[in-house]
């Protein structure tokens, strides 16, 4: 069964202060790894896709990284507006539209 | 209209009513989806349509019913909930094994 884990669960940092979110997966074949971001009562928002392990991608203060067991989202410099959970999940290859969520973790950056 | 659209984006109902969500996407995909999100657990997966085929999670209650009249249009109709239904509702679209893209979610009370 494919399994994703997010650690931490919430991370307080101060603006500026740079720090990286974890999600751990277990898959019988990676086919994509997804990072969403989700604001609350809102839908998630799609950030990156990561297809092979040492793949990497950036957007704006956000970098998304990938290993054959784990991916980071990197912030570098985060700024208020950067609040929000952001949700990994994975697809397996041959898996049929099935992708796995983890539960995310919730950022807040503090002023 | 871009992306997906989700229709209500808030729904109060007795655990007597019947009522429909409406999902509808302006990405020319042509697999849609129905997930629910629930406080502390990660998006869990109800139904799939994809090329006119349906695939459902089994461990869905028959009280929600999907329908998916064209490849730009999925509903789910809702009957008899029960409290513990009560959550975000959320509609995604993709190319077959890609990247699926939400809505804004309808947000379900049920009393």
């Known amino acids: 069964e494919d399994q994703v884990t997010q650690s931490p669960e919430a991370l307080r940092l101060q603006e500026g202060e740079s720090s990286s979110l974890n999600c751990s997966y277990t898959v019988s074949g990676l086919r994509g790894l997804f990072w969403y971001r989700q604001d609350p009562g809102k839908g998630p928002e799609f950030l990156f896709t990561?297809?092979?392990a040492g793949e990497e991608k950036e957007k704006e203060r956000l970098k998304a990284t990938l290993t054959k067991k784990e991916s980071f989202l990197h912030i570098t410099a985060p700024k208020p507006e950067d609040s929000a959970t952001y949700l990994c999940a994975v697809q397996a290859d041959g898996g049929y539209q099935k992708v796995t969520f983890g539960i995310g973790t919730k950022l807040q950056v503090i002023p | 209209e871009t992306g997906v659209t989700q229709t209500p984006r808030h729904l109060v109902m007795g655990m007597t009513n019947k009522k429909s969500l409406k999902c509808e996407q302006h990405l020319g995909h042509n697999a849609m989806y129905w997930y629910k999100q629930s406080a502390k657990k990660p998006l869990e997966l109800m139904f799939v349509?994809?090329?006119?085929?349906?695939?459902e999670n089994n461990s869905v209650p028959s009280r929600f019913s999907p329908e998916c009249p064209n490849s730009s249009h999925l509903f789910l109709h809702l009957h008899t909930l029960q409290p513990e239904d009560s959550a975000l509702y959320l509609c995604?679209?993709?190319?077959?094994?890609?990247?699926?893209?939400f809505g804004p979610g309808t947000r379900l009370l049920v009393l």
């Open positions: 349509y994809s090329l006119e085929e349906r695939v």
């Open positions: 990561l297809y092979s």
């Open positions: 995604a679209s993709s190319h077959p094994q890609g990247t699926q893209y």
